[in-house]
């Protein structure tokens, strides 16, 4: 449930013998056996880690972009997947389109954002010839719809009024692609502290010789996010969690706590963890980096085809990227 749970709450921890290994440097954790079940309070021991003239016309757009097709893989310590995504299959159909946003944050200790940026793109893969000319048609109605004032902007080698014209994407000239390239043909971007999808507090108290930690989350109403993780840096020594809703991870190789949710929907839209480290001062716990994905979008781009009836996949997702809470 939503808030942080009293003293009968349960929680899954990794900190087990053989439970998970957790890499740093990619922000994975390989899972060898169900998560243990402990009552909150316990104290548990942290186990350690461990291409012709094509590419010519078209080069800038694809070094501009440089996209790569979802679903991307973190690469930063508690990025947050929590199980190992086997090799993309191969494309089934001649355009792949992936639509991805970045959304930026930063907030203070006290949860208040400062700062919320989101970038968004639409890419489009030719993956073989018959895909290299072809004409996207985008529902713009739907795009209105957007909850925040997006500005929105089409590639320079698009037609403009073909596009303000029909809500059509299209290379100048009836040109093509290069196969095998994502290329951004459509753009997308807003600045907005309401638009923020999570916010992260973190209240430091000093107890003696150690430092006690309060943590709270709170999602934004209707968010769904998928592989949470709230990393909290300068937890050298084993910490003494004495609540938390959701897993937690102690990276003794990063100096890390790895808070983590599979997911975070309304279903428990609120969290928080407690926890009592020796050592250390207030700053050494920040900043404090928020990793997540969701399938949903804040502008909702709705392919309705591709001229000349070509099939497609497409693939869509938002994810973190600079989003922070810290005490600057």
Not at 109 to 122: D, F, N, Y
Not at 127 to 156: L, Q, R, W, Y
């Amino acid at each position: 449930g939503g808030g942080g749970g009293g003293g009968g709450s349960r929680t899954d921890s990794y900190g087990g013998s053989g439970s998970a290994s957790f890499n740093p440097s990619s922000g994975t954790a390989t899972v060898s056996s169900a998560p243990r079940q402990v009552k909150s309070g316990m104290k548990l021991g942290g186990s350690k880690s461990k291409a012709g003239k094509k590419e010519d016309l078209m080069h800038m757009m694809a070094a501009e972009d440089g996209l790569s097709p979802v679903p991307m893989a973190p690469s930063r310590a508690g990025a947050g997947a929590m199980d190992v995504k086997p090799p993309e299959a191969p494309p089934k159909h001649p355009v792949t389109l992936v639509v991805e946003e970045k959304v930026s944050a930063i907030m203070s200790a006290e949860g208040e954002v400062q700062s919320c940026e989101i970038k968004g793109t639409l890419s489009l893969t030719a993956n073989e010839d018959s895909g290299a000319s072809v004409v996207t048609s985008i529902d713009k109605s739907a795009m209105d719809t957007c909850a925040f004032p997006f500005s929105i902007n089409t590639h320079p080698k698009i037609d403009k009024k073909r596009w303000e014209a029909e809500g059509s994407l299209a290379i100048k000239g009836g040109k093509s692609i290069p196969v095998g390239r994502p290329i951004g043909v459509l753009r997308w971007s807003c600045s907005d502290a309401a638009a923020c999808p999570i916010t992260v507090t973190c209240w430091v108290e000093e107890d003696g010789s150690s430092m006690n930690l309060n943590l709270e989350y709170e999602a934004a109403p209707g968010m769904v996010l998928k592989d949470v993780s709230i990393v909290i840096p300068g937890v050298h020594s084993p910490p003494r969690v004495t609540e938390v809703d959701g897993q937690y991870k102690h990276d003794t190789v990063a100096g890390a706590l790895v808070w983590y949710n599979a997911v975070v929907d309304q279903s428990n839209a609120s969290g928080s963890l407690e926890f009592n480290v020796d050592g250390g001062a207030a700053n050494d716990f920040f900043p404090i980096p928020v990793r997540f994905s969701s399938d949903k979008l804040f502008c909702p781009v709705d392919v309705t085809g591709l001229d000349p009836g070509i099939k497609f996949e497409m693939r869509k997702a938002l994810v973190s990227d600079n989003y922070v809470c810290t005490t600057e």
